[in-house]
């Protein structure tokens, strides 16, 4: 393990809402702490493809395949949320995350799309922008008596990565974790 992975996994995950400047963070060392309840997340999965057309052609043995488009690519993981000083803050930061799925109404009228939002970890996401079009939040283990908050939760998240224009994606073998 180099010093640049220790940095990586030490670095807090942080996911900024780009429309109203709000955001989510861990803590430093991505472990939930009395302040801030959200670890960073054990796990991510990281998927990319394209779409491909097969054409058949009469009296050939296999169809003729043209490239239509690239895939988005989309990130899935879990943030964990363990027990904090204040004890609406879960209930409060899952709303938060769920909000961003939504667009924003007054009343029948439309006054913005769901934000787009950048999520920065380390060196894995230097800061790469998302539209979350899937978040499960589960409130599980412990309940508080008086209020029952709950004082744990796992939010499941689907990111689908937000690109203004095409790109091309970056091609080489990684050598101590650098392109």
């Not at 180099?2 to 940095?7: A, E, H, I, M, N």
């Not at 995350?97 to 799309?113: A, D, F, K, M, N």
Request: with cysteine; proline share 9%; charged share 15%.
């Amino acid at each position: 393990m180099s010093l640049l992975d220790v940095f990586a996994y030490h670095t807090p995950m942080v996911i900024v809402n780009l429309t109203n400047g709000g955001f989510l963070s861990a803590n430093p060392g991505g472990y939930a702490r009395p302040l801030s309840p959200m670890e960073n997340p054990e796990e991510i999965e990281v998927e990319k493809g394209a779409d491909w057309d097969g054409v058949q052609i009469p009296g050939t043995s296999h169809p003729r395949y043209q490239f239509v488009s690239g895939a988005p690519r989309i990130v899935r993981f879990k943030l964990e949320f363990a027990p904090s000083l204040d004890l609406s803050s879960i209930k409060r930061l899952c709303n938060q995350i769920e909000s961003w799925e939504y667009p924003t109404h007054s009343g029948t009228v439309l006054l913005r799309p769901p934000p787009v939002c950048m999520i920065v970890m380390g060196m894995m996401f230097p800061g790469i922008k998302v539209i979350f079009p899937y978040i499960r939040a589960k409130y599980h283990t412990l309940f508080e008596a008086a209020t029952l908050y709950s004082l744990r939760a796992t939010v499941d998240v689907v990111a689908h990565e937000w690109v203004e224009g095409s790109v091309s994606y970056p091609t080489g073998s990684l050598i101590g974790g650098l392109l």
